[in-house]
């Protein structure tokens, strides 16, 4: 759960965080869909929640948001109830030589493992410095990039949610024509000027509906407008029952409707055969990564060496050390005691909430 503030570090009201402008949301850790998504609503919404079974990515996700948190200059805690959480959050900064950034912090043994093992140097970052031309256009390529993803994650969303109307149809329609086989005999369709769509036909089914309800036969009225609006011009069709007719709409709406929903959905599928998920989420990966770290060597390779910091440094110096490490990984109940009094995080993650 991700959690921006309201108000600044002086009391005064501040707007809830947002990428900076300009700049996409960077995925240097890997992702799918849902965790793109996930990761998304995290960094704009005022509290998230992002929920899913062992093995579905939150871990990925998390460090997606952490990611940009940094590239954005936020400072960001990530805690849990156990330190095992945290530790694997931990773990995974330093396979990509990111742990750095982050201090390991919470109970007394935590905080006195960690200040003893500062390291005084920074790692090497020479192959992560990027120029301003550089930067600029993976940016670029990844606004690109990542515009061209969301629209086939919108077609893709959008096939999966047809094929489930036309699934719900298709029972739908079967139940329907086993009443319609046995009580009704076949009837001369009506004939139309115009080829019309399953919401027209819907339209005429629930207007005719309505006045055979209301116990109204069809009027000169009726059939004038019904050739004007939908182009029906064989009048001998009003001869049948209200029953034939309401059958035989039914009838045309079902074949009318699984037919759009066919054509939409082999439309989109042939869309998306096309376009290349995996590659593409690699491809931004690997120019999120090259952000994410060129934003790194921007902020520390300039330095010769790190500071080095006590336990008394939390409430002393505060603001030197959240500069050092802007990511705090505590137990929940430990994160007041490893940061100054009155501090507030741009960002708070909360690992493994439910168990608390």
Not at 241 to 249: G, L, P, Q
Request: hydrophobic share 35%.
């Amino acid at each position: 759960m991700a959690l921006p503030k309201e108000t600044g570090r002086n009391g005064e009201k501040t707007e809830m965080n947002k990428p900076q402008a300009g700049q996409m949301p960077v995925f240097p850790f890997g992702f799918n869909l849902s965790q793109k998504s996930a990761a998304e609503k995290a960094l704009t919404e005022q509290i998230s929640v992002i929920e899913g079974p062992p093995g579905t990515g939150k871990t990925q996700t998390i460090l997606n948001i952490i990611a940009n948190a940094i590239i954005n200059e936020k400072t960001i805690a990530v805690v849990s109830n156990n330190n095992a959480a945290t530790a694997n959050v931990l773990e995974k900064l330093q396979t990509y030589g990111a742990d750095f950034i982050a201090a390991y912090l919470g109970n007394t043994e935590n905080k006195e493992k960690f200040f003893a093992g500062q390291m005084q140097d920074y790692p090497d970052m020479a192959d992560w410095v990027m120029d301003s031309d550089s930067f600029n256009a993976v940016n670029d390529t990844l606004k690109s990039s990542g515009k061209e993803l969301e629209e086939m994650l919108e077609a893709k969303n959008e096939a999966a949610v047809l094929k489930q109307e036309l699934s719900s149809l298709l029972t739908e329609r079967e139940y329907f024509y086993t009443y319609y086989n046995e009580t009704n005999e076949e009837i001369a369709p009506y004939r139309s000027l115009y080829r019309l769509n399953s919401g027209a036909v819907m339209e005429l089914w629930l207007n005719y509906q309505r006045i055979a309800n209301e116990d109204k036969v069809i009027t000169l009225k009726h059939k004038l407008l019904n050739l004007l609006r939908y182009g029906i011009f064989s009048f001998s069709f009003y001869q049948n029952s209200n029953e034939k007719i309401i059958a035989c709409f039914q009838k045309f709406y079902y074949e009318s409707r699984v037919n759009e929903l066919t054509k939409q959905i082999a439309a989109l599928e042939t869309r998306l055969e096309s376009y290349q998920f995996e590659r593409s989420i690699e491809e931004y990966t690997q120019n999120s990564l090259k952000l994410f770290k060129a934003k790194l060597a921007a902020r520390y390779s300039q330095q010769k060496s790190r500071k080095v910091f006590t336990k008394k440094s939390l409430w002393r110096d505060f603001a030197s050390f959240i500069g050092e490490y802007p990511v705090v990984l505590s137990t929940t109940h430990s994160l007041r005691t490893c940061a100054g009094d009155n501090y507030l995080f741009d960002y708070v993650i909360m690992d493994e909430a439910s168990q608390g």
